[in-house]
């Protein structure tokens, strides 16, 4: 017997011929609202973003690229994604750079797949405009615009949205640890600043 | 390296030793409370906290009842997606195909991304005797391997040291493993994390093959879930050629969609935050983004001895937020050692013996017993295991494992004389005289509740007084009340 065999064979056995009847899941906690009473699903995600020590800039449609150049600072090299159809200062494009080239860059822009208002996370699906994972992890200072109209209120509303064939990477603030006494620092081994650029109007 | 839980006393041996150590009970203390705080918060923004909680307990128990049918679900997905799928039975299986995979490509390297089902199997020492080094690359993982030191702690392993002693280890040990610590190194904690970024980075930078484990695997979809905090997580899942990732049959659930109740509920319940900053999700192997050899081991390793058993299966639900551990008034004194195993705590005292089994090893037996029953751990559990119901549960287990021992146990002897005293009533009347008599001596500490204590009983009976308090037993015994007309109006009075 292969050890496939063995291991189902246990948990037939453990399972034993009458399996345990069958428990419902009741789904209405889908149907609840998670944000509270009257919050505006934009200010929120921007309040939550930030508060985890992200910084946001709100920006119209038209001052994008500004509001960009302005969160880049002197960062002078930048690593931008295929179809991210923005113009960037000093920008190095993905033509699949190593580990160690990424390394050497200072700063990475892309977009992202979703928003979620109730946590403050950004997803990327990795898609068009937000590129492979590599850029978005070895670079120290990540901005990532974010249309307003993909903001989402809650978790619930994210998972259903989004495709899991996809690899995503889900981001709640810059990197962080709390495993010296339990003491929030930010800035391990991700981007140790998260700069989201929130596009509204 | 390579320090393991083998030949750790009992818990009652090992904890004396811990009560001693006030500065780890400073660090313990510390840590837990500051956690116990971020988590109320967290959970306190979530009105439907409860109902989350019992529909994610639904979710394991319908995915447990049918456990076989979701794993060769999972299997297929994997597949299809270009992952290849091993089954393990125990450790040595499991190692085995890490190690393989290792050798094939000639790798003597790896990095790897926190997780308890690698700690369990002991993969870091089976690879060391294969010549192959294991870097941990979880900030306190890190601290724990260069420390030569054991984990405490589920979430944080590293939870029994502080700032000044993590310097230390820093400072003496970063050298001989790789980039060293900077020379003007403070006990500062950011400096302290800038430290591991640049000692690790050169490992992230070269690593070709990385193992994991996975908090989530979906069967419908074969999509794996690692939530992490540092992005050394990522690191290993993104940047080299080959991932091996070791997921216990227990981590399956049925659809992609699932995944909203635990995400709500892991990162609130664990670290105490709304969303912990780094989830990465991956299904087989994307071209062109990420690892392009993807392996994926199914762990029993015990998990079906658990399952067998159709009442404690519930603690198969566990998700390791360790909320558990951070509420028990025993884990917050002892730390997390005296439990001997990778998984200590509440949610220790019952995987262990569910995992390994009862009656053969006095280490595991004497885990049921290392809790007070008080409950806090059932109250805060975010996946409702009855930790109290099943720890008691399994005392009836050990117990039963044991009847046929020739050598009676302590409390057995103890029982058998409390059986023998109360069995009689002439024997119950002296009984009772002589502990009114002895309360009357020993007032002493008093009781919650203003009850008076009895801290000190001679031989056999110090046996008990010596770790607790006695309540005091009233000065008149039922028997004598009665006797003298308690249950009338008379003599009420
Ligand atoms: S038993 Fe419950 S509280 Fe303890 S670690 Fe597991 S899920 Fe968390």
Redesign the pocket.
């Known amino acids: 017997m292969s050890t496939r065999d063995d291991v189902l064979a246990a948990v037939r056995a453990a399972l034993g011929p009458d399996r345990p009847l069958e428990v419902a899941v009741d789904r209405t906690y889908r149907d609840r609202d998670p944000l509270p009473p009257g919050a505006d699903v934009v200010d929120l995600f921007a309040e939550r973003v930030a508060d985890y020590r992200a910084t946001v800039t709100r920006c119209s449609p038209g001052d994008v690229e500004a509001a960009v150049a302005a969160a880049l600072g002197a960062a002078t090299r930048v690593v931008v994604p295929d179809a991210l159809w923005l113009d960037v200062p000093r920008c190095v494009p993905d033509h699949g750079l190593s580990a160690a080239e990424l390394d050497a860059v200072d700063a990475v822009v892309t977009r992202a797949t979703l928003g979620i208002a109730e946590t403050g996370t950004v997803v990327l699906d990795h898609g068009p405009g937000q590129g492979r994972r590599a850029i978005t992890l070895v670079p120290d200072l990540h901005v990532c615009v974010v249309a307003a109209d993909q903001v989402v209120a809650g978790v619930v509303d994210a998972v259903a949205a989004l495709n899991p064939t996809r690899p995503q990477t889900w981001i709640s603030g810059p990197s962080a640890t709390s495993d010296i006494e339990l003491d929030r620092v930010e800035g391990v081994h991700g981007p140790r600043r998260l700069h989201v650029v929130l596009v509204t109007g | 390296m390579g320090r393991t839980f083998v030949g750790m006393p009992p818990f009652p041996v090992a904890a004396r030793t811990a009560l001693a150590d006030s500065q780890l009970r400073r660090n313990l203390a510390h840590a837990t409370g500051t956690i116990r705080g971020k988590r109320a918060g967290a959970v306190a923004e979530l009105e439907d906290w409860e109902d989350l909680g019992a529909q994610a307990a639904a979710v394991k128990d319908r995915t447990l009842a049918h456990l076989d049918e979701h794993l060769v679900a999972l299997e297929e997905a994997l597949s299809a997606r270009g992952a290849t799928v091993h089954w393990a039975r125990d450790a040595a299986d499991a190692c085995a195909v890490v190690a393989d995979v290792a050798r094939r490509h000639g790798i003597d390297e790896v990095v790897k991304v926190k997780s308890m089902a690698t700690q369990e199997i002991g993969l870091n020492e089976a690879l060391a005797e294969q010549g192959i080094a294991a870097w941990e690359t979880d900030l306190a993982e890190l601290i724990v391997q260069l420390g030569d030191d054991l984990p405490s702690h589920?979430l944080v392993p590293a939870i029994h040291r502080n700032r000044a002693e993590i310097r230390d280890i820093f400072r003496t040990r970063m050298a001989a493993a790789g980039r060293p610590a900077p020379d003007d190194l403070t006990d500062d904690p950011a400096a302290l994390a800038a430290a591991a970024r640049l000692h690790l980075r050169e490992k992230f930078l070269s690593a070709r093959m990385a193992v994991s484990g996975a908090n989530f695997a979906v069967a419908e979809t074969g999509t794996l879930v690692v939530v992490e905090s540092e992005g050394n997580g990522r690191m290993c899942l993104t940047l080299p050629d080959v991932l091996v990732s070791v997921v216990g049959i227990e981590k399956v659930v049925p659809t992609w969609r699932d995944l909203d109740l635990f995400l709500r509920l892991l990162p609130r319940?664990?670290t105490g935050e709304r969303m912990n900053p780094y989830t990465s999700m991956w299904t087989g192997v994307t071209p062109g983004d990420g690892p392009q050899e993807v392996h994926v081991v199914l762990l029993d390793n015990g998990r079906t001895r658990a399952l067998a058993d159709e009442y404690a299966r519930q603690?198969l639900?566990?998700?390791?937020?360790?909320?558990?551990?951070n509420v028990c008034p025993v884990y917050e004194r002892v730390g997390g050692h005296a439990y001997g195993s990778v998984y200590p705590?509440?949610?220790g005292a019952?995987i262990n013996p569910l995992l390994r089994g009862v009656g053969q090893d006095p280490q595991v037996d004497a885990l049921p017993y290392a809790s007070t029953l008080c409950g806090a751990?059932g109250d805060?559990?975010?996946?409702a295991?009855d930790?109290p119901g099943v720890l008691v549960h399994l005392r009836t287990a050990v117990v039963d494992a044991h009847r046929s021992d020739t050598r009676p146990t302590a409390e057995a002897l103890a029982v058998r004389a409390a059986a023998w005293t109360l069995g009689d009533a002439r024997r119950l009347a002296l009984a009772e005289k002589a502990a009114g008599g002895a309360g009357r001596v020993r007032r002493g500490r008093g009781m919650p509740g203003g009850r008076g204590a009895v801290s000190w009983l001679p031989f056999a009976g110090s046996r008990w007084t010596g770790a607790r308090d006695l309540p005091l037993p009233p000065r008149e015994s039922f028997r004598a009340w009665w006797r003298r007309g308690g249950g009338t109006e008379e003599g009420r009075r």
């Open positions: 589920i319940s664990s603690a639900r566990c998700i390791r937020c360790s909320a558990c551990l705590g509440p949610i019952i751990c805060v559990c975010p996946v295991i930790i």
